[in-house]
């Protein structure tokens, strides 16, 4: 789409209070099949945000909010023992085959502008990024961040065309001893960066302090901020307790001033949470959040999952999605483990398309059940190339189907390898009722 110019005054949040449509608007709503105006008036209430910074050429915009499809983020990155350019543009191509709509760059190694912006310029879906790290990168040691040295690194990669940011700035300092409770501790890297710095420094968290000042940026270039949970928990036992949940006050209170200056924002979410408590942290971050669209890690529901944790934190992405979730942060095979190759971002960006797509259905969004219906028929009429076609992963599909059943002439064959010809229930089906 055709790019704004810089301005304070041209952010879709501020488009939308005026009562006009945007071009973005009016995009969104063609792929969400729902009315422009609707659309506006959403984001208008904050409820929903289009993320699409004006200097990111060749984005197709998309909405993230609980009244649009439930949206899946994909996270790549480079760290400083492994992966470059070329692995970290086949992870975005995946990401791209496999149906993500954002993708986050969070690497911290080597080459890192020229990473993001390789992604930038290959990607029509909005990236994302955390600055702190690379402000990081830039200092010898922790205590040596600045605000002035992050707010270089914000401007920077707003100009590149970031098109949000994670900004940990409700960790304050006095929700810090909480987090000693735990038994994990802090597990945000941005957050435990911040508790660090402020531990040292005996002050205040200065991306709290000079809110306004990162505000400043991200409004010339309508970069949408993604308020990050630095005191989310690391596993079952740290679960919604007072370090989260206090954190999560000062977002929603950091929102209403976000929404003042007219910047788009998104909330952060945990994180390692119990099946029983997800719904419940929903409506918290609703109701302390003011609706603002939340945006969860998993949740991972079961700390036991090593080199499975794309599993058992899908299970709680569908539930976080059902309750209100407007955005599932993917987890890979590689989760606790170690650095995701594009396989490990294939196995994960499925786990959570599977998600999204359930909870859709779930919620009755007009349409979302259509391609389930048209599998179920498919699947009785035993139409294997319709039936990949219709896959989240036809590739996958097609493969399974074949190493058992290869050859051409099983593609029209009324029976799959499980059953055989003899012991088909769907075949028996068709011969019991005529059709």
């Given at each position: 789409m055709k790019n704004r110019n810089t301005t304070e005054n041209n952010t879709q949040f501020i488009i939308a209070r005026r009562g006009d449509v945007s071009g973005e608007m009016r995009f969104v709503a063609e792929r969400e099949g729902l009315d422009p105006e609707f659309i506006r008036a959403e984001i208008a209430a904050g409820r929903l945000i289009i993320p699409a910074n004006i200097r990111h050429n060749g984005l197709e915009p998309m909405a993230i909010g609980k009244a649009a499809r439930c949206k899946v983020n994909v996270n790549i990155g480079n760290s400083p023992l492994g992966s470059g350019l070329e692995c970290e543009l086949e992870k975005l191509r995946l990401s791209l085959k496999y149906g993500a709509d954002t993708l986050m760059d969070l690497s911290t190694g080597s080459d890192i502008n020229g990473i993001r912006e390789s992604l930038i310029t290959h990607s029509p879906i909005p990236i994302g990024t955390v600055p702190i790290y690379q402000a990081l990168q830039e200092v010898e040691k922790v205590e040596d961040l600045s605000i002035e040295g992050v707010l270089k690194v914000i401007e920077y990669?707003?100009?590149?065309?970031?098109?949000?940011?994670?900004?940990?700035?409700?960790?304050?300092?006095?929700?810090?001893?909480?987090?000693?409770?735990?038994?994990?501790?802090?597990?945000?890297?941005?957050?435990?960066?911040?508790?660090?710095?402020?531990?040292?420094?005996?002050?205040?968290?200065?991306?709290?302090?000079?809110?306004?000042?990162?505000?400043?940026?991200?409004?010339?270039?309508?970069?949408?901020?993604?308020?990050?949970?630095?005191?989310?928990?690391?596993?079952?036992?740290?679960?919604?307790?007072?370090?989260?949940?206090?954190?999560?006050?000062?977002l929603g209170d950091l929102t209403k001033t976000a929404w003042d200056r007219g910047a788009q924002v998104m909330i952060e979410g945990p994180g390692h949470i119990p099946m029983d408590q997800i719904a419940m942290n929903v409506e918290r971050q609703m109701a302390l959040c003011h609706d603002a669209p939340f945006y969860v890690l998993g949740p991972i529901v079961t700390d036991i999952a090593a080199g499975y944790d794309h599993i058992s934190s899908a299970i709680g992405a569908a539930m976080a999605a059902q309750a209100g979730a407007a955005m599932l942060c993917y987890v890979t095979p590689k989760e606790h483990l170690g650095l995701p190759n594009a396989e490990d971002v294939r196995s994960g960006l499925l786990a959570y398309k599977i998600a999204a797509h359930a909870a859709d259905v779930a919620r009755h969004r007009k349409g979302a059940r259509d391609r389930d219906d048209a599998m179920a028929r498919a699947r009785y009429g035993f139409d294997w190339e319709r039936q990949f076609e219709l896959a989240l992963d036809p590739d996958r599909a097609r493969e399974y189907h074949d190493e058992t059943l290869a050859g051409q002439e099983f593609k029209t064959a009324d029976y799959c390898s499980m059953c055989g010809p003899k012991f088909c229930a769907m075949n028996i089906s068709r011969k019991v009722t005529g059709r």
């Open positions: 990669q707003a100009r590149q065309g970031v098109d949000f940011m994670t900004i940990h700035c409700g960790l304050l300092r006095e929700l810090v001893p909480l987090a000693r409770r735990r038994v994990t501790g802090i597990v945000s890297r941005g957050g435990a960066i911040m508790a660090q710095w402020m531990e040292h420094h005996e002050t205040e968290n200065f991306l709290y302090t000079d809110f306004g000042k990162i505000l400043d940026v991200c409004l010339r270039y309508d970069v949408s901020l993604s308020l990050g949970d630095g005191l989310r928990p690391g596993c079952l036992a740290d679960a919604s307790d007072e370090a989260q949940f206090g954190e999560l006050k000062i």
